[in-house]
């Protein structure tokens, strides 16, 4: 069940594209003089895997950040059909402080998102992504793949409705990507999927749609 | 109730990270002690109350910009504030406890400096006491909240305090005033008024400092 919750300055709107969580339309940004995305359509409809794909500096993360809310466009608009808590979001950074451990921070973000059942919900998933065994070790002594998997399990903590993965493979070894291969096919069509790749083939697999910025 | 819980997790959080990390606190009453042993020996044969009393300010004032400063440095070193910003509670909250984390920093400087200055100057009364810990509330409401705002620029080291100290006059106003004055009432209730001022208008408008 995903957790939710409202928030001041959320607006419940009457969502006029049934079936779609997510909708943009003409999307563009600028960072001064510089266009970093120019004039992206995108519908993904309830339990949809969108596919991003494009070289470096095609605006991958901008516009993955855009429709997590994190960035505002400069032009076009874009609707969310979830409310900031159905949403998952795991960017470059893995979002988690690395002085505290990986059982710290999951509690901190399960706590700021009303997970219910947080202990047991924590420790599923620190199991399926091989993080129990150093759970209380601070997140400055894993490695980078480590790093990663934590991240995940940020994302997942609350069962969002929408998740937006950018480079998700980033830094795992085949067994993490393995393990996030498996996340990925159970949650297949029960949640709606936003993912951008530099190895396109490996979600192939789940895709519904896909994107390519040029 | 969920907003209390949301901003006891985020306190917690900052508190937790500054016991690991000791960044911020050992600075702060280093710092402080320093200042008054430096201003012991800097004065001239034995400065007079009114002297030492804008001394103390000066120090608490420089003290509470060193660990602002340092407020949102594991949310700009670790990138965690996109983290935060994501998460469905009241962006407030964020500042809220980020305030309360640095009052507790500020309020442990100050349990040194305090009988420091005793040690070295004039008898500590209750009236400073109290303006103390009015000027603190303050203090941190708006250190804080403009701690925020310089985060993200890369002026940061520069702005902090360019934006803070202009902001800090009435406070260190009200609290000299509390300090030194027979009556210190009006001063003592200047603080309150400033303080629940600007706690009204950094909690109202947070919200806009962490969006982009």
Redesign the interface.
């Known amino acids: 069940m995903a957790a939710s919750r409202c928030s001041k300055g959320l607006v419940k709107r009457n969502w006029p594209y049934p079936g779609h969580v997510l909708t943009a339309s003409k999307l563009g940004k600028r960072y001064g003089e510089k266009r970093v995305l120019r004039g992206v359509d995108l519908e993904l409809a309830d339990g949809g895997f969108l596919v991003v794909t494009g070289p470096n500096g095609s605006g991958k993360t901008t516009l993955l950040r855009i429709c997590a809310g994190l960035a505002t466009p400069t032009e076009g608009t874009v609707e969310r059909a979830v409310a900031r808590g159905e949403l998952g979001y795991l960017g470059h950074e893995p979002l988690v402080y690395r002085e505290l451990t990986a059982l710290e921070n999951l509690d901190l973000y399960g706590r700021l998102y009303g997970v219910p059942e947080r202990r047991e919900r924590i420790g599923m998933l620190l199991e399926r992504f091989g993080l129990w065994e150093v759970r209380r070790d601070r997140v400055a002594s894993y490695s980078r793949g480590m790093t990663q998997r934590l991240a995940l399990c940020r994302v997942l903590l609350h069962d969002p409705r929408l998740i937006v993965l950018d480079e998700p493979y980033t830094a795992l070894d085949e067994a993490g990507a393995e393990l996030l291969d498996s996340q990925l096919e159970e949650l297949r069509g029960e949640r709606t999927f936003l993912v951008s790749t530099h190895d396109p083939a490996r979600v192939e697999p789940f895709a519904s749609g896909r994107l390519a910025l040029a | 109730m969920?907003y209390l819980?949301?901003v006891g997790?985020?306190a917690?959080?900052d508190l937790?990270?500054e016991l690991?990390?000791r960044d911020t606190l050992p600075a702060m009453l280093l710092f402080v002690a320093a200042v008054f042993v430096v201003f012991h020996f800097a004065l001239p044969g034995t400065p007079s109350r009114l002297e030492t009393t804008g001394f103390l300010w000066v120090a608490i004032l420089f003290t509470a910009l060193l660990g602002l400063g340092r407020a949102f440095v594991?949310e700009r070193e670790?990138?965690?504030m996109?983290?935060?910003?994501?998460?469905?509670?009241?962006?407030?909250a964020i500042w809220l406890a980020k305030s309360l984390a640095t009052l507790a920093f500020l309020v442990a400087a100050e349990i040194v400096a305090l009988p420091l200055y005793a040690l070295f100057f004039h008898h500590v009364g209750g009236a400073i006491v109290l303006a103390v810990a009015l000027a603190d509330l303050g203090i941190c409401a708006v250190g804080t909240f403009l701690g925020a705002m310089a985060v993200v620029t890369r002026a940061r080291d520069l702005l902090l305090p360019l934006l803070f100290l202009p902001l800090a006059i009435p406070i260190v106003v009200g609290a000299v005033g509390a300090s030194v004055a027979h009556a210190p009432g009006k001063y003592l209730a200047f603080l309150a008024l400033y303080d629940a001022l600007f706690a009204v208008v950094c909690w109202g408008s947070f919200?806009f400092v962490v969006?982009?």
Do not use: I, W, Y
């Open positions: 969920t819980r949301d997790a985020l917690r959080k937790l990270l690991r990390a594991p670790q990138r965690t996109d983290g935060l910003v994501l998460a469905p509670c009241d962006r407030s919200e969006s982009e």
